[in-house]
């Protein structure tokens, strides 16, 4: 019997090999209080410092892909485009071999073994679809930042078409994970504990699909627009306007393009579903746009929380175990963003919510994750057991020790992407104007400037003390 | 007993040592290169191929460079697909084709400003002789233009991907706004995903 503290000591040794402090962290400190400092960072618009810290490691890493996309959207905000399309180039590199590997993998099922005493951050990140989408979403803006607006073009179609697999994606992991807890004999009532998980349905709001992203249907219709590709970036507002019905700006876009392409069906429906002050305007469209798109905020945090979960085996075992689960926090606590040009406020239509599509991300995972960790709970107090039996009160406090440490949820997400993003159309005479921005007790004033004649794209991030802004003219 | 341990640790030295050393070998340039789906080498060749083929055999074409070597320029070759590709690596390619085949003549219009750069320096730095220098306003004008676009359809379920490229060719006549040639060639290509590896 002294061949299970063999076995648990080579299957402890087995996660950790390869490695390093880093998987040693990952396995005891949840990602997102390893992310704290760097949120900190953005918030304070230390972007380059935050963007230094994050060390993605090597691409065999299981959080390498998070880490470059933490990074790259980090350099991102610090105006330094080419380390952020390099981060971002290097995450997509890892998706595309990713998804070219085989479906079943046995480094896959050594890793899934390795977690079988250990916890789910020691899995390779699973990027969710809506962060897959914003990873074009932000390679789409470094592209125009450094003017190569071909390849920026590659990467809207290539947002289009994740958001289109995305659609057809059905997850069968909980499937495979409910086959597993069977085998094992192990009845976990997951309908009981979720009794006592936050409700979330508050914060998910309209949202329909966990991909579903109206920011980058904009984004797309407007690089499609200022490429002159109307029919394309006609279908894009309109996919934006079923996202957001009430979007203003949208709403205009939309109508005007209608109208443009002589879109008769579209105009009749059109004309009876969106407000007069849109149909019935006499203002002649400009040749010169200039569009604000606002991003507010960092998306919350994942926490971590313990949850009660009744289990029952097969062998007539019963127990009620307490499970650490990756949860959202309820209610915004965000600042406003106020915003004036020349004086005059701009009112900001939303666009998007970050925060719904992570939490409906969070609620969709929720089952397979919990039934994962309770399958784990189980065997690793099946482990305690028998080391209590085995090497008495020794084992039984080394069992569980370790356990406690390594009960820890998954709380990874892509951490630094915006909680908001809102739009305007501004009115510029001339080539320059000054906008206003105003948060809390943090306030800058920047000057821009537009290029006539053309789609001038000004994107400005707000995150407490951090401002970033950029003109990209299409 | 022993024998069968050493066995092992020979078995088990030999894997680890196995792919070890990088290997790094010549190959043909012209092969079918299949290492993804992705739009390759072979690809490339097949299109400049064809398109060049089918240019130079085409009735009209025949006929215009019977007696003359029009002058051509390239504009773009406009990359629509969901692949980062250097199109000019295609129009290069084809440009070439058709420069060896001695029927056309073309200029370049990437180089337009070091071509300033070099005749302001004959003309104006006092380093060049006069006599020798080359003098603005000489340049011979082109009289068709080539360009085209760069199409495809992707489908993916995750098991099988399924790529149609669309490449598509045209010949216009600078002067009256004619399209004197046009061709299109497809390539459909299909992956099937391995359901089981390392």
Not at chain 1, 154 to 173: G, K, T
Request: with cysteine; charged share 20%; glycine share 6%.
């Amino acid at each position: 019997m002294r061949l299970l503290f063999l076995v648990w000591g080579l299957a402890v040794a087995g996660t950790l090999s390869g490695c390093s402090s880093t998987s040693l962290r990952n396995l005891f400190i949840p990602y997102n209080e390893q992310m704290m400092p760097v949120r900190a960072q953005v918030a304070q618009g230390q972007f380059t410092q935050a963007a230094a810290t994050i060390e993605p490691t090597e691409p065999d890493q299981h959080n390498y892909v998070l880490l470059q996309l933490e990074r790259g959207r980090a350099w991102f905000l610090a105006g330094k485009y080419q380390q952020s399309l390099a981060s971002f180039n290097a995450a997509d590199q890892a998706i595309k071999a990713d998804d070219n590997a085989a479906e079943y993998r046995l480094s896959a099922g050594m890793n899934q073994l390795g977690t079988a005493i250990t916890n789910d951050n020691l899995l390779r990140y699973a990027l969710p679809s809506y962060e897959r989408v914003f990873l074009h979403h932000y390679l789409i803006l470094n592209y125009l930042a450094l003017g190569q607006y071909d390849s920026a073009l590659v990467e809207v179609r290539r947002a289009n078409l994740a958001q289109q697999q995305a659609l057809n994606e059905h997850s069968d992991e909980l499937q495979s994970v409910v086959v597993q807890a069977n085998d094992q004999g192990i009845l976990a009532d997951t309908n009981a504990a979720l009794n006592g998980y936050p409700d979330m349905s508050g914060t998910l709001g309209e949202v329909q699909q966990g991909f579903q992203n109206g920011y980058t249907f904009l984004l797309s219709a407007l690089v499609y627009e200022g490429a002159g590709e109307y029919n394309s970036a006609y279908i894009d507002y309109k996919k934006a306007l079923q996202l957001t019905p009430h979007n203003a700006f949208i709403q205009g876009r939309v109508w005007q393009l209608a109208k443009q392409l002589d879109m008769q069906d579209d105009q009749a429906v059109f004309s009876q579903t969106l407000p007069v002050s849109i149909t019935q305007t006499t203002a002649m469209p400009s040749d010169t746009q200039v569009v604000l798109l606002v991003e507010q905020g960092l998306v919350a945090a994942k926490q971590q929380m313990h949850l009660p979960v009744p289990i029952r085996s097969s062998d007539g075992y019963y127990g009620i175990f307490n499970v650490a689960l990756p949860v959202y926090p309820v209610g915004d606590t965000e600042t406003e963003v106020h915003l004036s040009q020349e004086g005059k406020a701009v009112a900001l239509s939303p666009v998007a919510q970050v925060f719904p599509l992570a939490a409906k991300q969070l609620q969709q995972d929720l089952p397979a994750i919990l039934l994962r960790q309770a399958i784990r709970t189980y065997s690793k107090e099946m482990m305690r057991q028998q080391m209590a039996e085995e090497g008495g009160d020794w084992g039984n406090v080394l069992a569980n020790l370790y356990n406690m440490a390594t009960e820890t949820a998954d709380t990874r997400s892509w951490s630094l992407l915006p909680n908001r993003v809102g739009v305007s159309g501004l009115t510029v005479n001339g080539t320059s104007t000054s906008l206003e921005i105003k948060q809390g007790i943090n306030h800058k004033t920047i000057n821009l400037s537009v290029t006539r004649g053309k789609i001038n794209l000004v994107w400005v991030s707000v995150q407490g003390n951090g401002i970033a802004t950029q003109v990209f003219s299409l | 007993m022993k024998k069968t341990l050493m066995a092992v640790s020979l078995g088990v030295a030999a894997l680890t040592l196995v792919g070890c050393s990088n290997q790094i070998s010549y190959g043909d340039a012209t092969a079918v290169e299949t290492t993804d789906i992705g739009f390759g080498s072979t690809d490339l060749q097949k299109i400049a191929q064809e398109m060049t083929d089918d240019m130079l055999t085409f009735p009209a074409i025949v006929a215009l460079t019977a007696n003359d070597r029009p002058v051509v320029y390239v504009e773009r070759i406009k990359n629509k697909t969901t692949e980062h590709i250097d199109t000019e690596s295609i129009s290069d390619t084809i440009s070439t084709n058709l420069l060896r085949s001695g029927k056309f003549r073309f200029v370049d219009m990437g180089r337009v400003e070091a071509v300033r750069q070099q005749l302001e320096f004959q003309n104006d730095s006092g380093m060049v002789d006069p006599t020798s220098a080359i003098s603005f306003g000489k340049q011979i004008g082109a009289q068709y233009m080539l360009y085209g676009n760069l199409s495809s359809i992707v489908k993916d379920n995750g098991k099988k991907k399924d790529v149609y490229y669309k490449f598509t060719l045209r010949l216009m006549d600078l002067q009256t706004g004619i399209i004197e040639w046009a061709d299109e060639t497809e390539i459909r290509k299909q992956e099937h995903r391995k359901k089981f590896g390392l």
